[in-house]
Nanobody, 123 residues
């Protein structure tokens, strides 16, 4: 049983753009549950990129992606998006969406994860 599923990852050149999607099902509703985007590169620790509350407020944006990554949620489709622009080689990683199953307004602890989608940035 998979509650979240990401898509949209691809191989792009430096400076390129991608739009990642995350569709939620089951008990996860982005109109009620906070969510977050993460990434992890081989040999590196997992990074939390930002969180999105059920009110649409974005908090905790990682400084290295500030101004380049933009998050949004479509509550009708129950989908979340992460728009990546100005991609750098160091952005290469597996990208994950996660949700807080407690379904308070803001993201706290991840209880549900997608399988990940690969973003590869090359020169």
């Amino acid at each position: 049983q998979v509650a979240l599923m990401e898509s949209g990852g691809d191989s792009v050149q430096v400076g390129g753009s991608l739009k990642l999607s995350c569709v939620a099902s089951g008990h996860i509703s982005f109109s009620r549950c906070g969510m977050a985007w993460f990434r992890q590169a081989p040999g590196k620790e997992r990074q939390q990129l930002l969180t999105v509350g059920s009110d649409g407020v974005v908090l905790g944006t990682l400084p290295s992606v500030e101004g380049r990554f933009t998050a949004s949620v479509d509550v009708v489709k129950n989908m979340a998006y992460l728009q990546l622009t100005g991609l750098k080689i160091e952005d290469t990683a597996m990208y994950y969406c996660a949700a807080d199953g407690g379904c308070w307004r803001h993201f706290g602890v991840p209880t549900d994860w997608g399988q990940g989608t690969q973003v590869t940035v090359s020169s």
